[in-house]
């Protein structure tokens, strides 16, 4: 993409409703604009890594074999009503009536619809087991929305629901979706420790959200240091094993890590002084086992193999999409803007021409943005007829990766420069080196 | 994927509440779900076909320039009282207060939001040209939904909007928008023809509907026979090019073709007798130039090159994206099923075996379904312990293109079976050459 035909609408002063780093730098760097309290309107840039975020939950979940589908944002009160949740979700409800007077709803989560599709089309054991998931627009009337994406009232999340025979088999959904979740947020560039949490309005027993630390977080988190030394990886695991799966869960929660409203202090007083740490963070996803609280009272019943009807043992699962650019910022940025991790940087690369207007600069500057593209790379070259200054200062807001400088005086010694936006780290070398440096940064991604 | 794991709830029974095929068909198929009249779940069949039909608008917006963005489905109903149409616009809106007793709405379409950002971040002609699009999920209080998806009141949509210095330059950016949606519409394997049309509440005075001719339009449409002969095809353009654009224009709509909202029995008698047709369209796409029509009103102005303030000119853009997968059924079936256009087949193709159990079946059936897989192809296992007949009624149902059966008798010779859903015509070739067919039939798609 060329600078001059994008739309990005930095702006150079601090908004002053902005509250945190990320909000801030959201407004700043053209991502976002406000529509209405807690409402945003995603401009191209920010756009851009909404999509890259929903690719990687798309990619990781099929990775499990679970499966993509989409409920409606607008739901009827009805099935609302028979699970009993429809009085007992507070006011962040969105409710109103359609033309007709019947009561609708802009829908919160969607155990209530999933299980409704489920009992209409399953009815054997055989079928089992079952997980499908969507990546949809949700509203939450939020009394005070604040911190822009973090807390809005209309948000992308990721909801997944599994369906089961037994407790057992959805205690391995369970930990299945825990190795999908770890895989899904260390390629975005972020730890997030799954934390023994309180389970809310879903309802259950076993629940854990993942934190990412950060001191804007919203949550108190306690826990032992050692569960910040772990990492996936790219190890390579069955995802139909029950062992397998069941030890990824067992080495990332052995260790004591839970946030305020689970938090036991006699427990915690148990992890070695010097590895106890109480920080705060942010919660970007959930996973829950609740058993039969939806499919008793929708009778989400299948045959078992000995012919008796049961109810599905069923879970859910969520990642919050939308508010992950606000976490990821909030863990990866300095004094000048945003450092975006490789997984999720809107553009590969940018291009910086020190001097519009020169031919041998513009020749240079066309030919690496080419010699980029046709490698499959997505370059932003800033072509506007500015000074390097304003230049530099736009891509370090923006916070691509990886940047290229070209000028007449590195030209001349037929080099340019790639620099590191997160270390500052210069490097000259020839063009041709420096795309060799780009795909094989961008290999393993 | 394999059938036994895949969530695929098909139906032996036409479904009472469907009055046309393609609703039928996308019931039968498993395809949706309804979840309150007039909005549906897309199960991951359907889903699967919704995403194809918006990755191929990306592609085409992209391949022009238009920058991809999102907006939000909830908005406040400000901008539409400053617009002045949000008494306008009737009962079809949803609206509703949020819990701080604001007046809200679900948008049915967002010129006013789109030209709100605008005029928060352009100020001057030199950003001009810019065309910004969302595909999302809009919602019309239908009084009376019926058709599935194809009158749905929840429903998924490309809408663009484009703005610029002067009306010849918006009309340049109308042109540009029709040659983007023949190449959209043709990649669906759908013939969409524009016919000149009437503006609606949208307004203006430029504006062509695309219809697909079918039996169960809800347009009357009149025409000369001549333009259904026309072909985008792979024909390589200029998208900045005015000329070229223009010259698609006018290829495109010089020849009679109106809806009955703007039929003009006088000019349709000047067609040549035999070439005048009457027949029924689904409305899938429309495109609009109404001028300053909003940028008056919510001040969207910029400085022109004489340092004058100018309000820009502008035009917006629709494709019906949810509705699409019924006009591309309506155009395709039989009475067997859906028969998807290679361009937006859910599976390339359908793997049937014969005989499940048998270990030369089934190994030659695994052998067959990896090889695709590793040429890049996403194909359909039906490897469920069925009868043939239940197998090739499942698959014809579904309407994947290409069908390779596996069986004793045949692996015993040597081959398999390629059958062609659209013509019924069956070739017997070795499962090689049956997975380079396949990469012969889909390399120019």
């Not at 001059?4 to 609408?9: A, D, E, K, N, T």
Request: with cysteine.
């Amino acid at each position: 993409m060329r600078l001059s035909r994008y739309f990005l609408p930095v702006l150079k002063e601090n908004p002053s409703e902005a509250q945190i780093v990320s909000h801030r730098l959201m407004l700043r760097a053209g991502m976002i604009k406000q529509a209405s309290a807690g409402i945003y309107s995603w401009l191209p840039l920010g756009f851009k890594v909404l999509r890259k975020i929903e690719n990687i939950v798309h990619e990781e979940q099929a990775r499990a074999g679970h499966m993509p589908m989409l409920m409606p944002t607008i739901q009827s009160a009805e099935l609302w009503r028979e699970s009993g949740r429809y009085d007992a979700y507070g006011a962040e409800m969105l409710r109103f009536k359609d033309r007709h007077d019947r009561d609708m709803l802009f829908t919160p989560t969607a155990e209530e619809l999933i299980t409704d599709i489920f009992r209409a089309n399953v009815s054997s054991y055989k079928d089992l087991p079952l997980t499908m998931y969507q990546i949809q627009w949700k509203f939450r009337d939020e009394i005070r929305p604040r911190f822009g994406v973090m807390r809005g009232r209309e948000f992308l999340m990721k909801d997944g629901y599994n369906f089961d025979l037994t407790k057992e088999d959805a205690l391995h959904a369970y930990n299945r979706h825990l190795v999908t979740y770890l895989r899904t947020y260390e390629r975005m560039g972020l730890q997030a420790i799954p934390m023994r949490a309180d389970s809310g309005p879903i309802g259950g027993d076993d629940t854990h959200e993942f934190l990412v630390l950060a001191e804007t977080g919203e949550s108190e988190v306690f826990y032992d240091s050692a569960v910040t030394d772990l990492k996936f990886g790219d190890r390579e695991i069955d995802y139909d094993s029950v062992e397998d799966c069941a030890a990824v869960m067992e080495e990332f929660t052995d260790k004591y890590a839970r946030t305020d409203e689970t938090h036991d202090a006699a427990l915690f007083e148990q992890v070695p002084e010097d590895r106890r740490r109480v920080a705060r963070g942010i919660e970007v996803g959930q996973i829950f086992y609740f058993g039969t609280k939806y499919s008793e009272p929708l009778g989400a019943v299948v045959q078992g193999p000995d012919g008796k009807q049961v109810p599905v043992h069923m879970g859910s699962h969520g990642i919050g999409v939308s508010r992950l650019l606000g976490a990821i910022i909030e863990a990866n940025h300095d004094e000048n803007g945003i450092i975006w991790p490789e997984g999720v940087t809107p553009f590969h690369v940018g291009i910086v021409n020190l001097r519009q207007g020169d031919e041998a600069t513009d020749g240079a500057c066309e030919a690496l943005y080419k010699a980029l593209k046709a490698k499959g790379f997505d370059p932003l070259y800033d072509d506007r007829d500015e000074r390097a200054g304003g230049k530099f200062a736009a891509m370090d807001l923006i916070g691509l990766p990886w940047r290229i400088t070209v000028g007449p005086r590195g030209l001349k010694n037929g080099v340019v420069e790639l620099t590191s936006r997160r270390t500052g780290e210069s490097v000259e070398l020839t063009a041709e080196a420096a795309v060799d440096r780009i795909a094989e940064i961008y290999a393993g991604i």
